[in-house]
């Protein structure tokens, strides 16, 4: 039995989550796999009800009764603390509650999605625990300034680069040349942190001779993810940065309805859309459930369940091939449950 731990999330949550047990248990009858849901609360909606983020508990559960967490996309704008900040996410209390180092976003452009380039296929690995991120709710401000504080920590980026380059070596994909490479993201010209993440790279890469590593500067590397992508194969960066990066990548391939996120630690692990909740459109069967499926691939993965994760990220390429889910401005033509018995049909 596979237990899966929920949060529905908020805005276009519940609906993506849905879409994707009902995928899930199609696809697991299929390869006679047992799976249990779990629901657990969490984000915006949460916090209104309870002035916490997440189900008391929830935390522990995650780690003893569950395999994974499939998490969809929590937050509301307009649910803020006093500081400004959103009340509903939850990255701080998952990400760092959890120790989930790395934050793998693979950014890949499926058959029949028009996207920016003939070919998009990397895999951006953020690092999920420190960097500008650990300042959540310790930056300080008044009313002329405020700060926020960026922190590397060796063992962070250790971890995070060897992550990277694990990730090159067992990736499917490859890059336009095939020369399995993973690229260094950092501002190492400007700022010392970055300096010193570069260094800890550098030391680690020595490790890996059958791997090429190089570098970009941030800036540098947003120009090429959009002029060159089919240059890319995996990409290790600090936080903040790789939380944008992952946007301007998303919108390489058909937006952030196509790109899924793997949360991985040692102990814990949890699966998420790279996306928001997009509460403008929620309710309205309009969202794109392809990132949240792919997610739930992501999760099968992991745990070791490669058929079924196969069947699924097949039906899913399948559905986009032969035009049966077709995108406009990102959104599916048909709606949200039309897409999802489009790859139920191709299971
Ligand atoms: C992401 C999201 C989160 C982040 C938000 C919701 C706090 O944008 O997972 O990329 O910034 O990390
Ligand atoms: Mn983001």
Known sequence: MVRIGCVDGDGIGPELMDSTREILRAAAELDGVELSFGQ????????????????????????????????????????????????????GVLRNGLDTFANVRPVRLLPGVPGTAE????????????????????????????????????????????????????????????VRRVT?????????????????????????????A???????????LVADPGHFDVLVTEN???????????????????????NIGDAAAYFEPAHGSAPGIAGQDRANPISQVLSAVLLLEHLGLAGTANRIASAVESACADGAIRLTGGVPEGG?????AAITDRL
């Open 40 to 91: 657990e609360s969490g984000g915006a909606g949460t916090y209104l009800a309870t002035g916490e983020p997440l189900a008391p508990g929830a935390l522990e559960r995650f780690r003893t009764d569950y395999d994974a967490v499939l998490k969809g996309p929590v937050g509301l704008p307009e649910v803020r603390k006093p500081d400004g900040t959103e009340a509903g996410v939850l990255g």
């Open 336 to 340: 949200t449950k039309a897409a999802t």
């Open 240 to 262: 903040f940065v790789g939380d944008m990066l992952s946007d301007l990548g998303a919108a390489t391939v058909g937006g952030l309805g196509m790109c899924p996120a793997a």
């Open 214 to 224: 190089e570098h970009r500067y941030t800036d540098a590397a947003a120009h090429d």
């Open 184 to 212: 260094c993201v950092d501002k190492s010209n400007v700022l010392r942190s970055f300096a010193f993440f570069r260094d800890v790279f550098d030391e680690i890469a020595a490790a890996y001779p059958d791997i090429e």
């Open 119 to 178: 070919r998009i296929d990397y895999v951006l690995v953020r690092e999920n625990t420190k960097g500008l991120y650990l300042s959540r709710g310790s930056g300080v401000r008044n009313e002329h300034a405020a700060s926020d504080q960026l922190l590397m920590t060796r063992a962070g980026v250790e971890r995070v680069v060897r992550f990277a380059f694990e990730t090159a070596r067992g990736r499917r994909g490859a890059p336009e040349d095939g």
